[in-house]
């Protein structure tokens, strides 16, 4: 068991929604479809922001809720799949525009695609039970509008903008809080499925031979459905069995917001009720890495989510991999 707590949880959504037949009339595609096919209605797209600026947003209003400050922070965790530039590290640059002291907090990023909040939280759990670091910054802010394939509708039409961070700490004497059991598990015969080539050394931005396609967004979302609906239910009920929670002992479940049948795979196959179900797809999309603690946020303010509960937070990212934390809220 992890002692910590999430202290405050902050997010940040662009002001800019766009509609189903907004990019129905733009991709020529049939009215209502998207909403049929990936249950989403609308999504947030970032204009002027930048993936920082929109980081340091949601991390001031986490530290408000936890009611510290910069200089409280002892580290700054970047747990997004786009990086602002490649050099240096996001949390870095989240350092200098959020005012954190130099020199106080160590910075670095962690990138397991639409898993990377959730495996940040694992990997600085321990770290602060460990008594490495007291006070630590996790953040995840995805901008994706230069990487949205319009050859393939499916997805472009799927993905949303936004920013969440959270601010972890140790628990102190009264505290319920508790992470019980983490696990993540990789099947990288289906990495293949969810892929974007450019951007690396292989196909290197300066190279002549890269081509546009390969620096957008790629992903056989039927094959991903298909691999995932085969390992999630052993995965989950695992995870329960490891915690000796129930399915009905889980007070509230948080997906990853892949798409409308990811969400409905946890209660159609694996049996939790959808009213402890917490989604947030329909009007926010799947928003990459920040999917998981923007609805956690969302949850939180909403009332739905506080401090005592059993929390299970699960989903799926590129890789394959699969993800889940059993917590006390």
């Known amino acids: 068991m992890l002692h910590i707590k999430i202290a405050g949880l902050g997010a940040y959504l662009p002001s800019r929604v766009v509609t189903n037949k907004e990019l129905e009339f733009q991709l020529g595609i049939t009215p ?56 240096p590290c996001t949390a870095a640059l989240v350092q200098k525009e959020l005012g954190a002291p130099e020199g106080r907090s160590v910075c670095f990023d962690v990138n397991a695609t639409c898993l990377s909040f959730a495996m940040a939280l694992q990997n600085v ?5 460990a008594g490495v670091y007291n006070t630590v910054l996790v953040f995840s802010s995805e901008i994706g509008r230069h990487s949205r394939n319009p050859n393939e509708p499916e997805s472009a039409v799927l993905f949303g903008d936004a920013a969440a961070a959270a601010i972890i700490t140790r628990a102190t004497t009264g505290d319920t809080s508790v992470i019980l059991h983490t696990r993540f598990s990789t099947y990288s015969s289906a990495a293949h499925l969810t892929q974007l080539l450019g951007g690396g050394t292989l196909h290197h931005p300066n190279d002549p031979a890269t081509t546009r396609e390969m620096n957008m967004f790629s992903m056989n979302g039927p094959g991903v459905f298909k691999q995932a609906a085969r390992i999630s239910k052993q995965f989950v009920n695992d995870i329960l069995a490891a915690v000796g929670w129930t399915i009905e002992d889980v007070d509230v479940v948080i997906p990853h917001q892949a798409s409308r049948h990811a969400v409905d795979l946890l209660s159609k196959q694996i049996g939790f009720p959808a009213k402890h179900i917490f989604t947030n797809l329909a009007t926010r999309g799947n928003c990459i890495a920040a999917s998981i603690p923007l609805a956690m946020a969302e949850a939180a303010n909403a009332g739905v989510l506080h401090h005592g509960q059993r929390l299970l937070l699960i989903g799926t990212g590129a890789g394959l991999t699969i993800g889940g934390i059993a917590m006390i809220y």
């Open 125 to 129: 759990a321990y770290l602060i039970a």
């Open 32 to 87: 209502g479809w998207i909403a049929r096919v990936t249950g989403v209605c609308e999504r947030r797209y970032a204009t002027d922001e930048t993936t920082v600026g929109m980081a340091v947003i949601a991390a001031k209003r986490a530290l408000d809720q936890a009611r510290l400050t910069p200089k409280h922070l002892d580290a700054i965790v970047g747990a997004s799949t786009g990086a602002q530039q490649i050099i």
